[in-house]
């Protein structure tokens, strides 16, 4: 994950050759952060009762595994943004393999600029994404886009201790403070949601589709090429940190409905 938030989301420049080396690396992956299949339909689960063939919005979709479920398994319409063309470019092609294009549509915008009206939505969706625009931020500009039964789901990085490891502390409070579940929860409810459930992704989610395949990718580096080798070392980085304290942080599902 590129935590960063020390860039608004319309400054980036994918021309930049240290940007271009880390997103290299994270090409052609099924996903771009903590997640999986089980608990993208366990969230759905929660968020019921919703609309047959809902309208979804997903937030940073990446290369679309949540996109490709929800159209899938929900029959669901879904519109997926991504600031990154190359990981819409990759959703299209898996929407054309598993036959859902016509229920996909990829656009390329920012989380932070969205052109659609109120109630547009019976479902947004955004996994392991929110922080780009910090989640405060998120959930309440977010909340406009909702039908009125509609049902805000959004996975989050935060602390499960109030008193995480130094290493931890350091490295995320550097990248992304994280909050603890509580702290999220307050939050959201002052923006003006029930929180419905929240949901804590298991750890294997962070390693059988994301950490795993990017640490293949890291050994196929080529040892002439330094600046993958740069991008790199803040991602063996935070794969040790996980794999030593990853009790003190997760990734957390919170299942909300507006309120009034
Ligand atoms: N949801 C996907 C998944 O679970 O695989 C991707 C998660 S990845 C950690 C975060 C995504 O947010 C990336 O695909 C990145 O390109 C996208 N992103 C970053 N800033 C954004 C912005 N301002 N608006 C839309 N997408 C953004």
């Not at 109120?118 to 909702?146: C, H, K, M, P, Q």
Request: charged share 25%; glycine share 8%; aromatic share 8%.
């Amino acid at each position: 994950m590129n935590h960063s938030s020390e860039t608004g989301p319309s400054e980036f420049d994918f021309d930049d050759p240290s940007l271009k080396a880390a997103l290299e690396l994270h090409h052609g992956l099924a996903r771009q952060g903590p997640g999986s299949a089980a608990t993208t339909r366990r969230l759905l689960s929660l968020a019921q009762p919703i609309p047959s063939r809902p309208r979804v919005l997903d937030l940073g979709c990446g290369p679309g595994p949540a996109a490709l479920l929800l159209a899938q398994e929900a029959q669901a319409e879904v519109t997926a943004i991504d600031l990154y063309p190359r990981f819409l470019d990759e959703l299209r092609a898996a929407a054309e393999q598993a036959v859902v294009a016509e229920r996909i549509t990829p656009e390329n915008r920012s989380m932070d600029d969205l052109p659609y009206p109120d109630g547009s939505f019976d479902l947004v969706w955004s996994e392991a994404a929110a922080y780009n625009i910090g989640f405060d931020t998120a959930l309440r500009s977010w909340r406009r886009l909702l039908a009125p039964e509609g049902v805000l789901v959004v996975t989050e990085l935060g602390w499960l201790t109030g008193t995480p490891h130094s290493e931890a502390r350091e490295f995320w409070d550097a990248v992304y403070p994280p909050r603890t579940t509580a702290e999220n929860v307050a939050i959201a409810t002052a923006a003006g949601y029930t929180v419905v459930a929240t949901y804590l992704l298991p750890d294997e989610d962070w390693f059988a589709e994301y950490y795993t395949s990017l640490e293949a990718r890291i050994a196929g580096i080529d040892p002439g090429d330094a600046l993958a080798l740069e991008a790199a070392g803040h991602l063996r980085r935070e794969i040790g940190l996980r794999r030593a304290h990853g009790a003190d942080y997760g990734y957390v599902g919170y299942v909300l409905r507006p309120r009034g």
